[in-house]
């Protein structure tokens, strides 16, 4: 992974210099999805949703091709904090959580905020 950081990848900078969890309490408004029934997959973490939405921005990726950038790109899933094998969200989830972002009018605020850490940085 040293390797990619001298390539060029700027993601471990934007990772290490945004502190994320503060944007959870943001997060927090988002309203819960209901369950489809019992048992079923945890629901993901809304910074990792969060996070994949910045992707999204940063790269002007679409759903399907954010969700298959992050399964294909070491160092979009090593941003993301996922490992090998492990489950990415999928486009219609990524969608969802967008949608649901804009509909508790969250989106601006989210984005307000990481682009003041951004110019805090530097």
């Not at 910045?54 to 790109?73: G, M």
């Amino acid at each position: 992974m040293r390797e990619l950081d001298l390539l060029g990848d700027g993601l471990p900078l934007l990772h290490r210099l945004i502190p994320w969890e503060r944007f959870r309490p943001i997060l927090e408004g988002v309203p819960k999805a209901k369950p489809k029934g019992p048992g079923g997959r945890k629901p993901y973490d809304r910074i990792l949703l969060f996070k994949m939405v910045v992707l999204q921005q940063l790269h002007n990726l679409s759903d399907e091709q954010t969700e298959y950038q992050v399964r294909d790109r070491l160092s979009f899933q090593r941003f993301l904090g996922l490992g090998l094998g492990e489950a990415v969200p999928d486009h219609t989830t990524l969608s969802l959580f967008r949608e649901s972002l804009a509909q508790a009018k969250l989106t601006e605020r989210l984005f307000t905020a990481f682009h003041a850490f951004l110019r805090e940085t530097g």
